[in-house]
């Protein structure tokens, strides 16, 4: 006797034990639910018998990976005893942003695994398990690159099971270590921003800042609470400069598959004396206007100097070399 027949037979013996037990005016209800009730046990294990593969879904439906890693598809199935046909294993991938129907990248089938896509050479794309019979059709990718982005299937067959999952992979850049530096003068009392970029990585990237705590063993803190920062453009921006915002900040640029940083040192300079300033603008101003003057008399004098020089020559020439006059 099966386990299923032995199962079904002793809830049957221990039911048909709680009806003789009632009164014999309940025996026409307690054979109706009976009957309900081995109909229901029957049908159940005539279910289990007969459903067939069932390919486990374990893990997320979507996973993201950094450009370079290594990745493992999960896909664990069950067969049932009425497949008897020939197992079948497919794994097949639709590519993103594309209207491509799924083509077959590796198969397994009658003890021999088939490649089926020059791809899978150069990307080490290979069943995870040794033998993907006993029960771990799990895919295995090396050396992930954007173009394995896209929708894998899993697809099971012994017939007449069949059964198939499908997981979704996004290969992802990590972000570049980000440049940082500061915009504004440093004045206190004036505004000053700290920026950070990131050049390359996918997208969405985002940034967060912080300040670098005196400690002897550097640690992160929270930066001051009159600055502002924005996590999309890389900004932290302080309205009204202190000497107590001076020191070191760390900002770090992130997505879903890693994160790199960068580091400014932030100064908080004086202003320069403004009765100093206003008073060396006004000497400025006086020294301008006379040296202007100056020029405009020494110009003056030489123009009067060059007139005088030529009316002596002129004084010194015979009368018939005069200008205006000729010899009779």
């Not at 307690?30 to 289990?48: A, I, M, N, V, Y």
């Not at 206003?278 to 008399?297: E, H």
């Not at 110009?299 to 000729?326: F, K, V």
């Amino acid at each position: 006797m099966s386990r299923e027949e032995l199962s079904v037979h002793m809830r049957t013996m221990m039911f048909r034990q709680c009806c003789s037990h009632l009164r014999s005016g309940l025996s026409f209800q307690c054979s109706f639910w009976f009957s309900g009730f081995l109909l229901f046990t029957l049908l159940s294990t005539e279910l289990r018998c007969t459903r067939g593969v069932q390919v486990m879904v374990t893990g997320p439906q979507t996973i993201q990976k950094a450009v370079g890693a290594n990745v493992t598809l999960g896909c664990s199935y069950t067969l049932s005893p009425s497949d008897t046909g020939v197992l079948d294993i497919e794994w097949s991938m639709a590519r993103r942003n594309t209207m491509h129907s799924h083509q077959t990248l590796i198969t397994y089938t009658t003890g021999t695994e088939y490649i089926h896509d020059s791809r899978a050479l150069t990307n080490g794309l290979s069943f995870a398990a040794r033998d993907p019979s006993l029960g771990d059709a799990s895919l295995s990718i090396a050396l992930l690159s954007p173009a394995d982005s896209g929708t894998y299937q899993c697809k099971v067959k012994k017939p007449p099971g069949l059964d198939m999952r499908r997981v979704s992979l996004v290969v992802m850049a990590k972000p570049s270590v980000p440049k940082c530096w500061v915009e504004g003068g440093e004045l206190v009392g004036e505004a000053v921003s700290l920026r950070c970029k990131s050049e390359k990585g996918s997208t969405p990237l985002k940034y967060a800042w912080w300040r670098e705590s005196a400690d002897p063993i550097p640690a992160a803190a929270p930066i001051p609470a009159a600055a502002t920062q924005n996590s999309y453009t890389g900004e932290l921006k302080i309205s009204n400069h202190a000497q107590s915002f001076a020191g070191t900040y760390l900002c770090e640029a992130t997505n879903a598959v890693g994160a790199e940083h960068c580091r400014v040192d932030l100064k908080a300079n004086k202003p320069p004396n403004r009765a100093a300033v206003i008073a060396g603008t006004v000497v400025g101003s006086l020294l301008l206007i006379f040296t202007g003057l100056l020029y405009w008399k020494l110009r003056n004098r030489h123009h009067y100097e060059q007139e005088s020089s030529n009316e002596i020559r002129e004084d010194a020439l015979p009368p018939n070399s005069r200008p205006g006059q000729s010899s009779s």
